[in-house]
């Protein structure tokens, strides 16, 4: 298997907790974790699996790293890369857009031409509304890490497991 880049933003740390605890989960593979605001433009050429975690902040927007990225993120050639999301928000506080940003990167990714892997079933929450779901399914890992944290190791493990076999 190729090297993984583990890529994320964080503002209070529980996204960076949950990329590292990635990491170390897959401490067999060589995985490189970065803050987003690390990453320039051809950055991505030395990946071809690349993990990108996102927390969604207020009103279903980018958290603060990945908005200020957003506009060099949206022209980065994504062709032949394997891709994985995981997102977190808080579904309780913000029902209406529960992990929205996950949905932004998500469509960004696509654009740019990465193959997405990793949906996760919508089962055991509840919101009313996201734009990380696609035909019943989450684009990548949800978490929420307010209202279900004690669910997070375990959903972890599950969807690395999952992911893991699609990567080069």
Known sequence: MSKIALVYGSSTGN????ARQI???LADHEVDL?????????????????IFGVSTWGEGDLQDDWDSYEKKFAQIDLSGKTVALFG???QEEYSDNYLDAMGSVYDIVIKNGASVIGAWENTGYDFDESTALRDGVFVGLALDEDNQSKLTDARVTQWLGEILPSFK
Request: proline share 0%.
């Open 88 to 90: 977190l928000g808080d």
């Open 23 to 25: 990491q170390n989960f």
């Open 15 to 18: 996204t960076e907790k949950i």
């Open 34 to 50: 970065y803050n987003v605001q690390e990453c320039g433009v051809d950055f991505y050429s030395d990946y071809d699996n690349i």
